[in-house]
């Protein structure tokens, strides 16, 4: 079992907790994990993006080459656009399809989603709007992680415990709960 993730977003929607629950996830199944993050102005409003590599056997980078990435999960859809040439031909794409506008010449959210239209195994999902919905405006990345949960080969119990491990200590115990009920939700939204 391999698996090789991207994961693409803004600073400040929650990617590097996203990061760190898909790699205790995999931590969880027993899977060797490497990890990599960049940050790019990440506290204000800059591209965040992370590369996880997760294998039944040893992992000596956590580097993604070009054209082999299992998923994109991006928490906005242009983000998730700049990282395309890393997905592989039967990758998946998952995105959030509200656009996070932190640059004047942001392109229109249209043409984004023209493009992603256009990705065989891709989903587009509001996340924010139904985090907003269940009551956890924040928890719009686990809403995503839901809706990504076929593409990432994950058992929902080893991700609900990467949730409760990622969280403890941090939030409250409310707050965890919230988290995994968007997470949920995103699920169902998957299908």
């Known amino acids: 079992m391999k698996r090789e993730i991207i994961l693409a977003g803004v600073g400040g929607q929650g990617l590097l907790s996203l990061a760190a629950v898909i790699t205790k996830a995999a931590q969880n199944e027993g899977l060797c994990v490497k990890q990599a993050e960049v940050h790019g102005m990440a506290q204000r409003g800059g591209t965040v993006e992370s590369h996880i590599r997760l294998s039944d056997r040893e992992v ?8 082999t990435a299992d998923l994109i999960l991006a928490l906005e859809p242009m983000e998730g656009l700049r990282q395309i040439r890393f997905l592989s031909p039967e990758g998946g794409f998952v995105a959030g399809s509200a656009p996070f506008v932190n640059i004047p010449n942001y392109p229109p959210i249209e043409r984004i989603l023209e493009e992603i239209e256009k990705i065989e195994n891709h989903r587009l999902i509001d996340a924010p709007a139904i985090a907003r919905k269940i009551g956890s405006p924040r928890a719009a990345n686990m809403v995503l992680l839901g809706a990504a949960f076929p593409f990432l080969k994950l058992s929902e119990e080893a991700l609900i415990g990467g949730i409760e491990s990622v969280f403890a ?20 939204e998957a299908g």
Do not use: K, Q, T, W
Request: charge should be positive; glycine fraction near 10%.
């Open 60 to 67: 000596y980078s956590p580097l993604i080459r070009e054209g």
């Open 169 to 188: 200590g941090r939030l409250s115990e409310e707050m965890i709960s919230s988290n995994i009920a968007a997470f949920r939700r995103g699920l169902a």
